[in-house]
């Protein structure tokens, strides 16, 4: 029988949507909460560490926390092109900057995320579903369609 885990993230990031016509085109940030679900079959070898489970949800929670809440955590993220980067050489901690060839939505976001997570599982594990929530009434979703 195959059962679907969710791991959830929080993580405190900021943009500007630089081409937009609403107030989004400024500098500001958001508290994203990140839900990641992966399909499986949990493990029933008696006797090892992961018997029972479909994945070990520190596990999970090792591949989202180093692949994305690390980097993007405490971050900003702009397109390549933003106005806002005209005075980017004095900036200190640029570290934390990402400049992107898009721009930063929540849906492109949520397309990157699912992009770098996807190469993660296997061997009866599949990301099946990702979800960004931006706000407290808006969120993107990537689901693969023929699991739900």
């Given at each position: 029988?195959k059962?679907?885990i969710?791991k959830?993230f929080n993580?405190e990031?900021?943009h500007?949507?630089?081409?937009?016509?609403?107030?989004?085109k400024?500098?500001?940030?958001?508290?994203?909460h990140l839900?990641v679900?992966?399909?499986?079959e949990?493990?029933?070898?008696?006797g090892?560490?992961d018997?029972?489970?479909v994945i070990?949800?520190?596990d999970?929670?090792?591949?989202v926390?180093?692949e994305?809440i690390d980097?993007?955590?405490?971050?900003?993220v702009?397109?390549k092109e933003?106005?806002?980067?005209?005075?980017?050489d004095?900036?200190?901690?640029k570290?934390?900057?990402?400049?992107?060839d898009y721009q930063?939505?929540?849906e492109?976001?949520?397309n990157?995320?699912?992009?770098?997570?996807i190469p993660?599982?296997?061997?009866?594990?599949?990301l099946v579903?990702?979800?960004?929530q931006?706000?407290?009434?808006?969120?993107?979703?990537?689901?693969?369609?023929?699991?739900?």
């Amino acid at each position: 029988m195959k059962i679907r885990i969710t791991k959830d993230f929080n993580f405190e990031m900021g943009h500007a949507l630089d081409f937009h016509d609403g107030k989004c085109k400024h500098l500001h940030g958001h508290t994203y909460h990140l839900s990641v679900t992966i399909l499986g079959e949990p493990n029933h070898r008696n006797g090892e560490t992961d018997s029972g489970m479909v994945i070990d949800f520190g596990d999970l929670k090792k591949i989202v926390q180093s692949e994305i809440i690390d980097l993007y955590d405490h971050s900003l993220v702009l397109h390549k092109e933003s106005a806002y980067l005209k005075n980017a050489d004095h900036w200190p901690h640029k570290e934390r900057l990402h400049l992107k060839d898009y721009q930063p939505t929540c849906e492109n976001l949520l397309n990157e995320f699912v992009q770098i997570l996807i190469p993660h599982f296997g061997e009866g594990k599949e990301l099946v579903k990702v979800k960004l929530q931006e706000t407290t009434t808006s969120y993107a979703e990537w689901l693969v369609v023929d699991q739900f």
